[in-house]
């Protein structure tokens, strides 16, 4: 299989990152990549998708990584993975990697342990410079049911249709269960046994990066990885919920400048010429004279650290950093001077956050279960809703028509191949029932 063949398949199978990010899969590839790093690290607190995966289908994914390596000329590929989590791969397939080009890579557990500069660090050394990618040091960093993902479509080219998600929070039991895309979630918790919502919100994604779902309008789509439930009080909500101007209001009044959020950034740590403090006084006092202060924002990757961890005065860097990045890129403005990192700050070793000390700062240690069930849930919704943009990149364009009959697994829309996209599939047979500019509706 040459590097384009591989790429065409990945495309039509609508692969794109599924750790959340959402990068479409087939444009990583390339026959500069060297190094393979597969993210097992899962480490948002009560996430356990990637675990269930390796758990279940570690031969399948060593397999892939294979095809992998030998279609893109690649020497290796790791798997990093938390060595508390270790226990979870079968040990006779661990045992058979051994000499081969696929190799377990322990790594701490720490978080943000899966942000792609500090993985790349922990598993190869390497540091990715400033604004860059990691192709760009040789290396392609891919999610694990990513890669499950691409050995369903060279099987038997199989598209993207379903998502597995972890239910968990203030729950009485946390579950992983495999949903079809575009189910609304109000449906999936409700079939999944979860429906009881009074007095609860539910966010999408982690608690230290995911985002509050909308019960009335939001589906499941391709990076659904994560849905936790809890009580609207609880300080995840309440942060989530505060508005912008709210969040810059007590910026300016409460800021010491003690540059403790900065101290303990994990990418400044790693060389990053990021100081969210600045950033913090910047926007909530109006200091617009000094662009850089808001330009370093494309450094940050949202881990959220600052805030959770650092900020004494409870203090929401992370979200004023976050909403600058989303800003720049909005109006397509970069940062020009990013540079190679050229030392580790001596203090990283002793200023990484433990899983541990992170669930206790986030008041969830109440919520953490012995065990997450994988469950089969039989999920069967009468309408489906194939958002058009569930990736970076440019949207899909419905292939489509109202009224024309679709099976599972068909293309139902599609960013041209030349463009930064992917395509989108039914997740279930039926009708065209509506086409607008963010779903395409089909209906059983
Ligand atoms: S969210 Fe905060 S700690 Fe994380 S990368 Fe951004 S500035 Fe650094
Ligand atoms: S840690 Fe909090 S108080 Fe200190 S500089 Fe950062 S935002 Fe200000």
Do not use: W
Not at 356 to 379: P, T
């Amino acid at each position: 299989m040459t590097l384009q063949d591989l790429q065409k398949i990945v495309y039509d199978a609508g692969i794109v990152g599924a750790g959340g990010a959402g990068f479409p899969t087939h444009r990583k590839f390339s026959d500069s990549v060297k190094q393979i790093v597969v993210n097992a690290a899962e480490c948002e607190p009560l996430m356990m998708v990637d675990h269930h995966i390796l758990e279940k289908h570690l031969q399948a994914l060593v397999d892939t990584l294979n095809v992998l390596l030998d279609t893109m000329g690649a020497d290796e590929a790791i798997i990093g993975i938390k060595g508390k989590n270790m226990h979870l791969l079968d040990s006779k397939i661990v045992a058979s990697l051994a000499g081969t080009r696929v190799s377990i890579h322990e790594i701490p557990d720490i978080y943000p342990a899966g942000d792609e500069v500090v993985l790349t660090y922990e598993t190869t050394g390497k540091i990715i410079p400033e604004g860059a990618i990691p192709v760009m040091v040789g290396v392609m960093v891919i999610n694990v049911e990513t890669v499950y993902n691409i050995s369903k479509a060279l099987r038997n080219g199989e598209g993207v249709t379903e998502k597995y998600i972890t239910i968990g929070g203030d729950t009485k039991e946390d579950i992983t269960v495999k949903a079809p895309v575009g189910i609304k979630i109000r449906e999936l918790l409700e079939t999944a046994g979860f429906g009881d919502l009074d007095g609860k919100a539910v966010v999408n994604g982690g608690p230290m990066m995911g985002k509050l779902v909308d019960l009335e309008n939001d589906v499941v789509t391709k990076t659904t990885k994560g849905l936790l439930i809890f009580p609207e009080t609880h300080s995840i909500i309440q942060r989530k919920r505060m508005p912008m101007s709210m969040t810059l209001k007590r910026a300016s009044a409460a800021c010491c400048n003690c540059t403790m959020c900065s101290d303990m950034c994990p990418r400044q740590l790693l060389g990053y010429d990021l100081h969210v403090h600045k950033t913090l006084r910047a926007a909530s006092h109006s200091e617009v004279t000094n662009t850089e202060s808001f330009l370093q924002s494309a450094l940050c990757c949202g881990c959220g650290v600052c805030t959770v961890i650092a900020c004494q005065q409870m203090l929401d860097p992370q979200a004023i950093s976050m909403e600058i990045k989303g800003s720049l890129a909005k109006h397509g403005l970069k940062r020009t001077n990013n540079k190679a990192p050229e030392h580790v700050s001596p203090y990283r070793t002793s200023r990484l956050v433990s899983s541990s000390v992170l669930i206790d700062k986030l008041g969830i240690r109440k919520y953490v279960k012995d065990h997450v069930e994988r469950r089969d849930v039989a999920f069967d919704p009468s309408r489906v809703y194939i958002e058009l943009k569930q990736h970076v990149g440019k949207p899909a364009s419905a292939v489509v028509k109202v009224g024309d009959a679709v099976k599972v697994g068909q293309i139902v829309a599609a960013t041209a191949y030349e463009d930064l996209g992917t395509t989108m599939h039914a997740s279930i047979s039926g009708k065209v029932a509506e086409v607008n500019d963010r779903f395409v509706v089909i209906e059983r």
